[in-house]
């Protein structure tokens, strides 16, 4: 028999393509914040959002009759046809967020018509729970809106089920506000989630928004972008070709001021580095891309994630032509080298301009016992290290039968170095590399976050890692496979992972992949390659890596003669 659906039923599927989790109502209640031209939002929300998720802006507000048709679905006072949608100018305009919330929990609503001649004014308190308004009453206010809502996904069981863990639904609301905030940089915002004061950020430029939210020294490796044709204009930052990332996860585009994701603009983005940077790697910058509304289709995700352009090809272009322009254009400076920028001199260690790392030390043992593998290490080329290299017994029985009558051996940095920090992490024996003076990392606030969950994994492998003020850390010794420069790339580069993923990883696991991405193969000094063969002839199996694959190559006295034939 088929049946209409009730509208409580609607609604509640709605709320299903609409709000995923805490973080997707947050985006929805600031976006609408922001459309009634907040300069301020205070974010709030405990038990990673389940319990209460509350946002306060100094916006318009409502009149006691917009308040009560609020939470109705399709209400809306942004468009009125479909013409609408190819001049919108505001974030919402499906009228089913409020609609959609309201749905699936009780909320409280607080909202005053912005009066400029009162400072108080007359409002509207509003009770409703499960979509059904239970109690409206007049309210003495300050102008604006805050609403409240409380026990999220109260009703719906089967969804409240499907939540993720509150840490990853915490992450993802820090994510969300960190998008929105660093979307709108003139807008005031705070966040507190569980207690805790995450962010206070007052009403900046692009250029303090971002050293305030993602780091100083993140800020230091991006180029200023600005751009402007016919058809868009461009502005914000890219990263310098030599600070590209091994993911994704320091690329963020607003279009028309919306977070968004666009595999055209992203991949132009790249196009445009061309050889520039390793093709495994990306990448990072923060681009506000502007577009006229009427070429740009809003309307193709429910929670807005995407957006579609009418001339993919024109923006193709213009994207590669900004990014080129200031990537190959811009006067080259000599670019700091990596540690000397994370160092920090704080005022509790006494600044020591000089690096007091001891610097690897090769001594090759006098007398070698019978077990012990020998090595020389003869060169390189590009990546690849040659040398000859006697393996231990236990080794030869796990050697590759191909590798038996090799002369030289041809070893590949990248994998080997990615199966030396499995090997130490995964045995948690490795020796230790303690700093006199710790290295200064900055972290944005949701990769904070992980790391503080995952402070003790890390301790375990031999990170000594202290929380040193707001997302600010300090290490103070690490495992000596590592290299003192790569950490504050490798780390948050790990932390990002972490966070995509849904799964306990394996620490040992990520971390390896982190340095088969990392930039510090490609940069071999003899001491790096000695260093690296002498760490492999300590590996039971040096052969292949923890993904499996080939660490070690060959090229017999046959092949090089082959050559002259
Ligand atoms: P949409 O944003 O798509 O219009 P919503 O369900 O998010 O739909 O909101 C419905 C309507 O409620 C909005 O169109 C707006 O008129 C009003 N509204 C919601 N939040 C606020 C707010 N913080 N300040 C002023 N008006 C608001
Ligand atoms: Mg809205």
New binding site residues.
Partial sequence: MIRILDEHTINQIAAGEVIENPASVIK??V???L??G?TSIIIEATNSGRQLIS?K?N????SRD?AL???ERY?????KSIDDLWNLT???????????IAAVSEIMLL?AKNDALKPIVDGTMLHAKGGKILSCQQAISLP??T?EVKSLFFNVPARKKFLKSPVKDSSDILKAVLQLALSNPHVAFELTLNQKKEFQLASQSLEERIKATLGREFFATLLPIKYKNELLSISGYISKASFSKPTRSFQYLFINQRPVSSYVVSSAVKEAYGSSIDPARHPAFLLHVTVNAQFLDVNVHPQKKEVRFQLDDLVRKAIIEAVTQVLFKAVPRPEPIAHATTSFQSPFVPFVPLKEKQEVQMVMPQIIPQTMSQFQVMGFIGSYILAEVNWSDTQRQKMPPDLADAEVFVISAREALSLITYVGAKNAKSSVQTLLLPIFMELAPNLSHRLLEHIEGLSQIGFSIREFGANAFLIESYPNYFEEGELSEILPAFLAKIEESDHTLDIAKELALEVRASKRACALTHTLATLIVKKLTECDDPFFSPFGTKVIASISKAEIEKKFR
């Fill in positions: 929805e209640l976006d609408n914040s459309d009634a907040a946002v802006d916006g318009h507000g409502m917009d048709l609020c939470l209400a809306t006072s942004k468009i505001t974030m919402g305009f499906r009228g089913e967020a409020l609609s959609s909202t604006g809106t609403f």
